[in-house]
């Protein structure tokens, strides 16, 4: 099909006998079989079938094609969560003893993995900055396995060039994995830019309205055998339910990713104006350290925005606690308009120093700009801000 749009609204799983306009929901967690024979070819995969919701389901596998046709992936994987796509991703291609290379900059539930999880059998991770593209390239041991980036990152906004980094990890026949939660595959298509593998939360954008946990892997024929083989009999399985609400909201993401992208410029530039508050960060604004490889890769600067309060942990609490409309909640990515200060809740267990290392400043918001009216998201900031 031509455009994402196109796709993301009319790709759509086999319609019953009923002749639906929308997707049944399949609220099944098993399938009938014809016969014996067929129950036992089906089990030898050697007959395609969906035998249990723990594999399969029409509601989740119109889900993932969705997502695969639009980044150009061979295949994909959903799961229950953002997490559940990232942990899985690794359970199916880490074995004891192997090394993965990851941007220091990671969601804090992934450095969790990294630092506390994987070690518990033999995995290790070498953090590289993430402007150290030579960094990179000489973590990458013999026992490497896979190159993991988040760009742009959360919370800091980094951006990595993904092309110059896929050209690294392809001489050394590493893979190189992405979590592109923050820019969806409307803004950014990793697979496209040379990358193996492109990870979603969906809970983010793609679910876009804060209702549903979920997640998906999108990679090659060969990496998805892998991931299914460990995902069969580990159970990271979306439900049938969240995977059609998930599908329902792809239809909506195009045009909601382009509602994100212009509030947040535009909220950017007039923050950037104010001159009360530093460090205005946005992809797609000049100011950014990357702009230009943002510029490349993203089609928009995405929904998200830091800045730094100018009064430390007091100020960005200070303002936190100003806000009328705006939500604080910990979710990212939805309608409504979010604000959180890293620095005295996900990072709080980071002393200054360690904060700073990931680009965390004490007085750091990151804003989560949705799709209320722009003049009204405008008039609460600078409310707040002004106190
Ligand atoms: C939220 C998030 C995740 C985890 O996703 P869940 O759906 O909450 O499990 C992973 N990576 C990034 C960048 C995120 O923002």
Request: charged content about 25%; glycine content about 8%; overall charge negative.
């Amino acid at each position: 099909m031509s455009s994402d749009s196109t796709t993301l609204i009319r790709l759509q799983t086999e319609r019953s006998g009923n002749k639906e306009h929308g997707a049944p929901i399949y609220l099944t967690s098993s399938y009938v079989f014809e016969d014996a024979e067929d129950m036992r070819l089906q089990f030898e995969e050697e007959r395609e079938g969906h035998i249990y919701s723990r594999y399969a389901n029409p509601n989740v596998q119109e889900f993932i094609d969705k997502l695969a046709t639009v980044e150009g992936a061979e295949n994909g994987w959903a799961t229950a969560s953002g997490m559940a796509a990232v942990f899985t991703f690794f359970g199916a291609i880490l074995s004891s003893g192997d090394h993965v290379v990851a941007c220091r900059s990671v969601f804090g539930s992934t450095h969790r993995l990294f630092t506390e999880i994987l070690p518990k059998w033999g995995i290790s991770t070498t953090y590289v900055d993430f402007d150290d593209l030579a960094g990179f390239e000489s973590a990458i041991l013999p026992e490497t396995k896979v190159v993991y980036i988040e760009t742009p990152s959360n919370p800091g906004l980094d951006i990595i060039d993904i092309e110059a980094l896929a050209r690294i990890t392809r001489e050394k026949e590493v893979l190189l994995a992405v979590d592109n939660c923050f820019a969806t595959p409307i803004l950014q298509k990793p697979l496209q830019l040379g990358a193996d593998v492109s990870i979603h939360s969906a809970t983010k954008y793609i679910d876009g309205q804060g209702r549903t946990l979920g997640g998906v892997i999108l990679s090659s024929r060969e990496v998805i055998d892998r991931v299914r083989a460990f995902a069969r009999h580990t159970g990271p399985a979306l439900s049938p339910m969240n995977a059609w609400i998930l599908s329902k909201s792809l239809e909506t993401l195009d045009v909601r990713m382009e509602r994100h992208c212009y509030n947040a410029l535009e909220i950017s530039k007039r923050l950037e104006q104010l001159g009360t508050v530093k460090n205005v960060k946005y992809p797609h604004m000049e100011s950014h350290p990357q702009y230009a490889i943002a510029k490349k890769q993203m089609k928009l600067g995405g929904g998200l925005i830091t800045f730094e309060h100018k009064d430390g942990i007091e100020g960005g609490k200070r303002f936190l606690d100003g806000l009328k409309m705006f939500s604080l909640t910990a979710n990212l990515g939805d309608t409504r308009s979010i604000a959180t200060h890293p620095a005295s809740t996900t990072h709080s267990k980071l002393s200054p120093e360690e904060r700073a290392q990931v680009g965390i400043g004490e007085g750091m918001v990151r804003l989560s700009i949705g799709l209320e009216g722009l003049e009204d998201i405008w008039s609460d900031l600078e409310q707040a801000l002004s106190r």
